[in-house]
Each structure stands twice: as C-alpha cells, then as structure tokens.
C-alpha cells in the first residue's frame, strides 16, 4: 500500500475522494457545463506516487488542488497535491457519458507534498504552482464552488470517511500537459506563510 507524510510519520491512506468541477474558470476552460451536484470521484490507493510523470501511455495533465486528510470524521492535515488526468481520454469518456476513471483513477495519478497539521481554519488557505519559475495556477477557498466545509458534510452523507483518507477539492484555471524534464514547484499557504511544498522535476 501507497503512503503520504504527515510531520514524518507514514500515513496509508484507503481512498482519495476527488471533487471536479469546482472552478468556475476552470469549467469555463474545459468548455464543460456546471453540474446541479457536485461532482465526485474516487481514486484509490494505488494512485499515490512521488514521481510526476509525463507519459503513462499517453501524455497527463496536471491540475493543482488543495488537499486535506481525514482522521476522526475532520479535517486533520492539509497539503497541496496534483491529479494528474490523461486529458483526451476523460473527454471522450465525457462525450460517451462514461465514468471518467479510466483517464483519473490510473496508478500514478496523485502526488501530494507533506500534509501539515493545521487549526481547521480554511479561510486563508491557498496554494500555487509554478512550472519553470512562471505562475501556472493559483487558488483558494474562495473562489471554489464548493467550500470544504459543504464538500465534507456532503460526502458524509453517502460514504464512510475512514482515518487517513484524502480530500481533494478541485482544481483552479490554467491546466495543461505535463512535460519531460520541467521543473514543478507547487506550495500552500496560510495567508502569506508557506505550509508545505511539492518541487519536483517531470521523467
């Protein structure tokens, strides 16, 4: 089983739970529609990785998320990760009106940075990442459709929350393709201080 860091100690988690859609600009990009729902999807365990790749058969995405880990029912830990999308799949999938697993639950479609405790105040929480130094993507809580508060009380009526299980909240405009050799560097902060960072260099 697959593991993230929580303060140095190895977290195994039994699921990720995914919330797409939850920018406006980024459904806008997409040239999606906005769901009456949320929307909701699962990666599993074997989806976590350290490595950020490129290729896995055909070429990935990459879409910047703030993340949160689950112990007690709570929001226990929060980090930023990247899901990682093999973007022409999840389209046609869309336009036969297929489930989008296929293209988002692949192994290696998650990595995450440390996950750092914190006091469960979402509010000042944002997160950036920069591909070859220059601003990719940024993000908050506010301007996400779906607040983590609402996103948690909601998949708390259909699915059990197990202790070291992962949030991801949607992802904020300016996706695109992973390539070879690009150095990412993805942080969140609290207001203006940095809680944790992913920097790694794309294979």
Not at 24 to 29: G, L, Q, R, T
Not at 58 to 64: C, G, M, S, T, V
Not at 70 to 81: H, L, M, T
Not at 150 to 157: Q, R
Request: aromatic content about 8%; hydrophobic content about 45%.
């Amino acid at each position: 089983m697959n593991h993230i860091n929580l303060a140095g100690v190895s977290v195994t988690p039994s699921k990720i739970i995914c919330i797409g859609r939850n920018y406006v600009d980024h459904i806008k990009e997409l040239n999606s529609e906005t769901p009456d729902d949320m929307a909701v999807f699962i990666k599993p365990n074997s989806a976590i990785t350290e490595v950020l790749n490129a290729v896995h058969i055909e070429p990935l995405h990459f879409e910047a998320e703030l993340c949160f880990l689950i112990k007690d029912g709570k929001y226990s830990a929060v980090a930023i990760g990247l899901d990682l999308t093999k973007r022409a799949l999840q389209s046609k999938l869309k336009k036969q009106g297929l489930p989008w697993e296929r293209s988002k639950a692949f192994d290696g479609s998650a990595v995450f940075s440390d996950f750092v405790a914190f006091d469960g105040v979402v509010d000042d929480l944002n997160f950036s990442l920069d591909i070859e130094g220059k601003n990719i993507q940024t993000g908050n809580v506010e301007l996400m459709i779906y607040k983590p508060d609402v996103i948690l009380s909601e998949l708390k009526k259909f699915l059990t929350l197990e202790d070291g299980d992962i949030v991801m909240t949607g992802t904020p405009a300016g996706v695109g393709m992973v390539k070879a050799g690009q150095k990412f560097e993805a942080r969140l902060f609290n207001a203006d201080k940095l809680l944790s960072a992913y920097i790694s260099q794309a294979v």
